[in-house]
Structure formats: structure tokens, C-alpha cells
């Protein structure tokens, strides 16, 4: 069984930063992908960014580029998303997912959110002005 627990949600003003955290437990594939998933209320679920765990390529949305970050800690099965420069369109629930994949799919798991099997509760991530 696949369990994902999201940590490091909160509220924060314009301009400042949080890191969410994502501990996986029982999966054992040897080709694997996590990713970070948003929705806000009343919007779908889009993608944040995601990494290929055993490459580490990365791919990010548009909106996020350069003010976040993902990264792995393999030793501590967990992957982290840094936000940095946070503003009020970054208000959302944030989730954490994770599905086997390949280097080359990595794009295509990012604008499917629909075909990830493994989700987390969600953390909420609230930016006021």
C-alpha cells in the first residue's frame, strides 16, 4: 500500500517563502516519478512541477519557474517543494503524487494530473496581499 503525507503548508504574505514536504512509503518501482499538484477553489487541478527520482529531471509550470523548486532526499524517501516569492495566485491546496514513469514521460505525467494512482491528503498554501 502507497501512502504520501504532505507537511509545511501555511499562510504567508506577498513575497515570502514555504517548503512542503512529501514522505512516500511503500512503493518499490524502480522507475518512478513525484509531482506536485494544485487547486484552487472552483479551478482544476494543474500541475506545480514534477521529478523523475532516479534522474532527477525536473519540469515546472510557467507560473512557477524560478520561484520554485523541487528536490529529492532518497535517503529519507521524501520530496520537498521550495516556494519562493509567493503571491496570491499561488493559493491553492496543494498535493503530492507519485506514479512509475520514464525520463522521457515526464512532461506528459506533468498536464495529466488524471493519470497519476497515488495521491496525498493535500496541504493548503494561502498567500494574502
Known amino acids: 500500500q502507497v501512502s504520501l503525507v504532505e507537511s509545511g503548508g501555511g499562510s504567508v504574505h506577498t513575497g515570502g517563502s514555504l517548503r512542503l514536504s512529501c514522505v512516500a512509503d511503500?512503493?518499490?518501482?524502480?522507475?518512478?516519478?513525484m509531482g506536485w499538484f494544485r487547486q484552487a477553489p472552483g479551478k482544476e487541478r494543474e500541475g506545480v512541477a514534477v521529478?523523475?527520482?532516479?534522474?532527477?529531471?525536473?519540469y515546472y509550470a510557467d507560473s512557477v519557474e524560478g520561484r520554485f523548486t523541487i528536490s529529492e532526499d532518497n535517503a529519507k524517501n521524501t520530496v520537498h517543494l521550495e516556494m519562493n516569492n509567493l503571491q496570491p495566485e499561488d493559493t491553492a491546496m496543494y498535493y503530492c503524487?507519485?506514479?512509475?514513469?520514464?525520463?522521457?514521460?515526464?512532461?506528459?505525467?506533468?498536464?495529466?494530473?488524471?493519470?497519476?494512482?497515488?495521491w496525498g491528503q493535500g496541504t493548503q498554501v494561502t498567500v494574502s496581499s
Open positions: 503524487a507519485t506514479d512509475p514513469c520514464f525520463t522521457s514521460s515526464i512532461a506528459t505525467m506533468f498536464w495529466s494530473p488524471g493519470d497519476w494512482e497515488y
Open positions: 521529478i523523475y527520482l532516479e534522474g532527477g529531471s525536473t
Open positions: 511503500g512503493y518499490s518501482y524502480s522507475s518512478t516519478c
